[in-house]
């Protein structure tokens, strides 16, 4: 096997990269750093970069990448609407590539000659890791523990930490995987892999049951400015304060949560929960000023473009070309999406409640069924028939006449 001098791991503090430190140090015999990107998880990094030296790693470094991963990767998302297969708000395949941006610029100043990762095989972690990696680092050195080693699932990892005094969370009892930044809330594996069973009431941590939210709903302006949240009830707020009370707000409400079936890059088909409050808002929100302010046409390109851009960023291509020239166009689009969004939250549920746009195409004169001077009626005719003419050449051809 191949010797390394020093390998930088991206390190959660969680079951996998726990045990991956250990294995990494018996197997390659190299100095370990271990790399914690605060992403707005609320975990105690401290600990977790102290349990990473005590497990063998010579060094941990913590990073606060919070207002890097909201303004330069959930806010793009937000200006695209991107949605993943209709559902899915994209919150750990947003925070993978901010987060090996952090891994890599590590291993620049550690002058490391590898990069670990606690993504299995079977998942789309591993590709949006190392796509991002090879982005910075053509030719670095990526070892995946999960593609190697011997363990066949989590129930061996569990033994291995026991035999080992590795201090996890994870337990026989609760052995689904959690994923948390301040985007969302993931939830997978273990009792969840069943489509049949329904998520256990206090596997919550974002959002607050829907049946026992508040019996009062709650209103909520949202500012935007060229499609970035901006203002809250009219109070201006940074990208990171801007989700957090947006958090907090939905989640009191119960706003946020899907549970589906998706299709991971891998080829397989996945059951996954999450809990997305703020950003569940931030999208309704963006979503009624732009049905004021978005040309027709300009709207629909962007509907038929986004799944494009949504499936890019989900299976691990934010830094692809194709991706960033899509956040070009996406984002001049975006420019007219200045206006404030009105929303009522109830028990789980978001409806709009109120919208305006700065450059709003809508005018009450020409939509109103009362009595105008602008829209002649009669024009009407002569536009249904030119758009009944191939209709009608159709029909008239299959009668034979």
């Not at 990473?52 to 959930?74: L, S, T």
């Not at 109070?235 to 119960?254: D, F, K, Q």
């Not at 997305?276 to 978005?294: C, D, F, I, Q």
């Not at 404030?340 to 450059?359: C, D, M, N, P």
Request: glycine share 8%; hydrophobic share 40%; proline share 4%.
């Amino acid at each position: 096997m191949e010797k390394l001098k020093k390998l930088v791991l991206a390190y959660s503090g969680g079951l996998d990269t726990s045990v991956a430190i250990r294995w990494l140090k018996e197997t390659y015999g190299c100095d370990i750093v271990a790399f914690c990107a605060d992403v707005g998880q609320e975990e105690d990094l401290s600990a977790a970069s102290e349990k990473a030296r005590a497990v063998g790693a010579a060094k941990a470094e913590v990073r606060d990448m919070r207002e890097e991963f909201v303004r330069d990767f959930v806010y793009p998302a937000v200006r695209a609407g991107a949605v993943y297969e209709s559902e899915y708000l994209l919150g750990t395949s947003l925070a993978r590539p901010c987060i090996t941006k952090g891994l890599m610029e590590v291993v620049q100043k550690e002058g490391a000659d590898a990069i670990a990762h606690g993504a299995t095989g079977k998942g789309n972690d591993q590709v949006r890791f190392e796509l991002a990696a090879y982005h910075f680092e053509p030719g670095i050195r990526i070892v995946a523990p999960w593609r190697e080693w011997s363990f066949q699932g989590r129930q061996e990892l569990m033994d291995y930490t026991a035999a080992h005094s590795i201090p996890i969370e994870a337990s026989a009892e609760k052995p689904y995987s959690i994923d948390r930044n301040l985007l969302h809330t993931s939830f997978e594996g273990g009792v969840l892999e069943d489509p049949w069973r329904e998520p256990d009431a206090g596997m919550f941590q974002l959002t607050r049951d829907p049946q026992a939210a508040p019996d009062t709903p709650r209103y909520v302006d949202i500012g935007l400015e060229g499609g970035d949240p901006v203002t809250l009830d009219g109070e201006r707020l940074g990208p990171v304060s801007m989700l957090s009370e947006l958090n907090r707000i939905a989640g009191e409400h119960g706003v946020g949560r899907i549970d589906i079936v998706e299709n991971r890059f891998v080829g397989m088909k996945s059951r996954g929960v999450y809990e997305t409050p703020g950003g569940t808002l931030m999208h309704h929100a963006r979503r009624a000023v732009e049905s004021l302010a978005l040309d027709r046409e300009v709207l629909r390109l962007r509907d038929d473009l986004m799944p494009r851009y949504a499936t890019l960023v989900y299976n691990g291509f934010w830094f692809a070309p194709e991706r960033e020239s899509l956040q070009v166009l996406f984002d001049d689009m975006a420019k007219r999406i200045t206006g404030t969004a009105r929303l009522k939250l109830y028990k789980g549920s978001v409806t709009i409640a109120g919208r305006h746009a700065e450059h709003s195409l809508y005018r009450p004169d020409i939509a109103t069924f009362e009595a105008d001077e602008v829209y002649d009626q009669r024009d009407a005719e002569g536009f249904i028939k030119l758009n009944a003419l191939r209709l009608r050449i159709r029909s008239e051809s299959e009668r034979g006449s």
